[in-house]
């Protein structure tokens, strides 16, 4: 994982070559860039009616998960690598939530899906807005479904740096997970994201997180940069404005 205080700046010091990086098991296959304007495509099956990870068994009792309703103050504490950090939505305006994820201040639709990005790992990174959310939660969740998401970025660095996304998504299943928190029930989703931009500018992201609709949030966040490194966070415990001291 990088150094959360080493200075850098996503996207600028990853470029395709031919030996380079694109042949990283992070690579996902049949991400192709696309020259079309930044479209959202949803994909579903044809019956919301879920299959168990676990089991392969028909789960008719699972509804499809629906966004949840957050408010501000709403706290999840995670462990990221033996320290807990919060993860808290410090604002709610009009369509669009301020949310510190552990530290590092993001704005997000109020799906969590985030507009405007600063990297996970550096805390020094400019940031990074999109003329459309990505779509890590793209409700509602259930086994089978599937999404494709293409969007316009700018790093808003001086000079300011521009390219594209083309972003993938698919729900995998329920699992059984155990974090510190407890064991949770929770749906396994995927979602991986191509990014490139002017002068070779690149990055490959891969997020695969376990959703719980019992906190309103995933239990368990696996993220996955070529450039960023890497992040694992565990709940410890949720805290809902109703219940915050």
């Known amino acids: 994982m990088n150094d959360q205080h080493k200075p850098t700046r996503r996207i600028t010091r990853a470029r395709f070559a031919a030996t380079g990086v694109i042949c990283l098991a992070v690579t996902i296959a049949g991400c192709s860039a696309s020259g079309n304007p930044a479209s959202t495509k949803l994909t579903t099956p044809s019956s919301p009616a879920v299959a168990s990870a676990n089991t392969g068994a028909m789960d008719s ?122 064991t949770f029930h929770a749906l396994k989703v995927e979602d991986s994201t191509r990014i490139f931009g002017r002068g070779g500018a690149a990055d490959e992201e891969t997020v695969v997180f376990w959703y719980s609709p019992k906190v309103n949030r995933f239990v368990k966040f696996d993220y996955r940069s070529i450039i960023e490194g890497e992040l694992l966070a565990e709940l410890v415990r949720y805290k809902p404005i109703k219940q915050a001291n």
């Open 61 to 182: 009792d699972t509804p499809p998960i629906a966004m949840p309703s957050l408010h501000t103050g709403d706290v999840w504490v995670d462990r990221i690598q033996g320290t807990d950090r919060e993860f808290r939505i410090e604002a709610i305006h009009d369509g669009t939530m301020d949310v510190s994820f552990w530290g590092t201040e993001m704005t997000t639709d109020t799906a969590l899906n985030i507009i405007v990005y600063r990297s996970l790992t550096a805390a020094s990174s400019e940031p990074t807005k999109q003329d459309k959310p990505c779509m890590w939660f793209a409700f509602p969740l259930y086994p089978g479904k599937t999404w494709e998401n293409q969007y316009n970025w700018e790093m808003l660095g001086t000079p300011p740096i521009r390219g594209k996304a083309d972003e993938r998504g698919r729900v995998l299943g329920w699992e059984d997970v155990q974090v510190p928190a407890g």
